[in-house]
């Protein structure tokens, strides 16, 4: 049964505000392929966010636990490639 506001609600609401992180994350950030991982559960799990641009970022493939880390830690790459570090390859960086 859904309650209007209650439990599922809530749950609306919350994966509503992911979404629109996620949304927000790929305009900002389109060097990198952005998702949430699934936990065994099918639950949403890690936000992860593969490089596809090496003018970017530096680490190939960047996994953290909310939006907001997930964007300071994309904000550090694009300092870490616009200070000239580039990615990992093949073991050494070029």
């Known amino acids: 049964m859904t309650i209007p506001g209650g439990e599922n609600g809530a749950c609306v609401g919350q ?17 990198y392929r952005i998702t949430r991982g699934r936990r065994h ?3 949403s ?3 992860v966010a593969a490089l596809r641009d090496p003018v970017v970022g ?6 953290t636990s909310t939006a907001d880390d997930l964007r ?3 904000e550090d790459q694009r300092r870490r490639a616009k200070n000239g570090e580039r990615p990992l390859i093949e073991g050494r960086r070029p």
């Not at 996620?22 to 950030?29: C, G, K, N, S, V």
């Not at 530096?58 to 996994?63: C, G, L």
């Open 45 to 47: 799990g890690s936000w």
């Open 58 to 63: 530096v680490d190939p493939t960047v996994i």
């Open 41 to 43: 559960d099918d639950a």
């Open 15 to 31: 994966r509503e505000r992911e979404e629109n992180a996620l949304a927000e994350l790929r305009i900002d950030f389109p060097g």
């Open 72 to 74: 300071a830690a994309l």
